[in-house]
């Protein structure tokens, strides 16, 4: 196979984002874009050359397409992913791969029986700070507390839809979820919670805070809002035995009882995780590996959510 031919099912940001990152690998080409609006699938299709339709069905039922990318809203992904699996497409979805962990079982069920890639695009793990700071960790001894806040005053689009996002700690905080489960392991529980109004259908404002206790004994909090104008932007900082990390205002700071630096953060390309997923189809070998990762942080954000509605602490 010299190029995989793509079909891109969904024509917001995240779609722009996949349909470059497959032209920059040079491992792709695209055929195909679908959105329920014809405006928002014909000015993409315009953009990228491509052809276009308002049904992603006609999109998997073409033989001429070896895989698609999902970048629809969250509560869409299950049913599109394994309709596409069904018949025989490689499929990438954004996170979260699905709203309930029995879904995301099922599409990596699925996936491993037809030897089929289910790519679930985890670029947060290639981001800034948190590259920098996974290669760093060890000069802060063993970690102990970490913290990561984003406020933000935006809300629009299908997040402001409940039906459409599913809950807030598989939608948005499933970011920091992972991010952490990527530096710290495997968490045995949490508890959280949340606070969000709506106003005839539309959500105005989303609060929610989140602990987290890891195996390895770190502690873990988040603390996430949308429609909180005028926002205070993303901080993160993580403490250990020997020193910290304190990322705020873009800059990286280390400290130790010797030295307080800022610190360089690493260059990062996030479009070679789309480039993964396509090299992973043209080795001609299943992988779910990303699906698996994927699974493990929805089941952590489908306890937060628990968790929240309930006000009870759970352990995983």
């Not at 993409?44 to 049904?55: N, Q, S, V």
């Not at 400290?255 to 480039?275: C, F, H, V």
Request: with cysteine; aromatic share 8%.
């Amino acid at each position: 196979m010299e190029k995989v031919r793509v079909g891109i099912i969904g024509a917001g940001g995240r779609a722009n984002f996949q349909a470059k990152s497959i032209l920059e690998s040079s491992k792709g080409e695209l055929k195909i874009v679908s959105s329920p609006v014809e405006e928002e699938a014909k000015r993409f299709a315009e953009k990228y050359r491509i052809e276009w339709t308002l049904d992603w069905h006609k999109i998997i039922e073409r033989d001429d397409i070896n895989a698609v990318t999902v970048s629809t809203p969250n509560s869409t992904h299950h049913q599109i992913v394994s309709s596409a699996l069904k018949v025989g497409k490689d499929v990438l979805v954004e996170y979260p791969m699905a709203l309930k962990d029995e879904d995301a079982a099922e599409m990596i069920k699925l996936a491993k029986e037809k030897n089929l890639i289910l790519w679930v695009s985890l670029t947060e793990r290639l981001e800034n700070p948190h590259i920098t700071i996974k290669g760093q960790l060890n000069s802060i001894g063993e970690p102990l507390l970490a913290y990561a806040t984003y406020i933000a005053a935006g809300l629009s689009g299908w997040y402001a839809d409940t039906s459409l996002r599913g809950n807030p700690f598989a939608s948005i905080q499933f970011h920091y979820i992972d991010q952490f489960r990527n530096l710290f392991g495997e968490i045995k529980e949490v508890n959280a919670t949340m606070n969000e109004k709506e106003e005839n259908g539309k959500l105005l404002y989303s609060a929610s805070s989140l602990m987290l206790g890891f195996d390895n004994g770190c502690n873990g909090f988040v603390e996430f809002g949308m429609g909180l104008p005028p926002g205070t932007g993303f901080r993160e900082k993580v403490i250990g035995t020997k020193g910290y990390f304190d990322f705020v205002g873009g800059k990286l700071t280390r400290a130790t009882a010797e030295n307080k630096n800022e610190i360089p953060l690493l260059e990062t390309k996030l479009s070679s995780d789309t480039s993964n997923y396509l090299e992973a189809i043209i080795s001609g070998q299943g992988n779910v590996q990303t699906a698996e990762e994927g699974k493990k942080s929805l089941a952590v954000a489908s306890a937060a959510f628990r968790s929240a509605q309930e006000g009870i602490r759970i352990k995983l």
